[in-house]
Every structure is written in C-alpha cells, then in structure tokens.
C-alpha cells in the first residue's frame, strides 16, 4: 500500500501502519520479528524494501488512531474485533477488490508470488475506494 500510494504522489495524505493480530511474531523479549525471508524476498522482486520492519502487536488503544483496520483473512479479522473491542473500522482486504475470500497465508501455502497478487489487488482496491 505504501508503495501505491508513494507512486502515486500521495503520500503525505496517507499514514499506514502494520501489526501483527496474535502473538505469534513477537519474541518472548517484546521485540517483533523481521520480515519472513521468503516474504522480503518476493517484495523485493516489486522494488518494495522491507529492511528494519520488526512485527508489532494491535493494541486496544490503536483504535483512536486510525480510520481503518484492513486485515488479510478471517482470523486477522476475529482477533481484530477482539482486541479493538468494535468492528466499525474493520475490513477485509479482499472485499475491495470485489471478493469475498482471504488471502492464503503464504506461511501454510509456501505461495508469496499468489499472496502478494492477492493483496496487490485488494491494495489498489482500497486506494480507489479511499481516493473517490
């Protein structure tokens, strides 16, 4: 989405974030992990850098400051409403794109090159629902 945006022009209109919707990323210390090797691996086939990035988990209090929750699948979703304790602000990425369905996680798949189309799609969905 970063990447959208930016080559667009946009960017000083936008402020996107990432987190993590369970604990699974953040180590035992508190510190998130870095981004999945094969994952960084097919972003950078794009042109996208994703050096540095470290997982961060949602927290209640992110509700406040953000005007959208996008997450990939069902369960992002479920542990969304969770955490956030409300859904007005909560989408699936892929409605944006006209579908129903989640992005198969590529940690199960071992598919990156299906799940970044996937969530291409679904980005420049968005970025047209948010720039009418």
């Known amino acids: 989405m970063k990447k959208l945006i930016s080559d667009k022009g946009i960017n000083k209109d936008f402020y996107i974030s990432s987190s993590a919707t369970s ?3 953040i180590h035992y210390n508190g510190m998130g ?3 999945y090797p094969p994952a960084k691996a097919e ?3 794009h042109g996208i850098s994703c050096e540095g990035k470290l997982s961060v988990q949602l927290k209640k209090s992110d509700y406040e ?3 959208y929750f996008i997450g990939m699948d069902t369960a992002n979703i479920r542990n969304m409403k969770k955490i956030l304790d409300d859904d007005k602000k ?3 990425l892929l409605t944006f794109a006209g579908r129903s369905d989640d992005v198969d996680d ?3 798949t071992r598919d990156f090159r299906t799940a ?3 969530i291409y799609s679904g ?3 968005l970025l047209k629902n948010l720039t009418r």
Do not use: A, R
Request: charged share 35%; with cysteine; glycine share 4%.
């Open 106 to 108: 590529p940690w199960y």
């Open 33 to 35: 992990s870095p981004v």
């Open 123 to 125: 980005c420049e969905g």
């Open 23 to 25: 604990s699974e990323t």
């Open 65 to 67: 400051n953000y005007d």
């Open 43 to 45: 972003l950078k086939k």
């Open 116 to 118: 970044y189309e996937d």
């Open 90 to 92: 909560i989408y699936k």
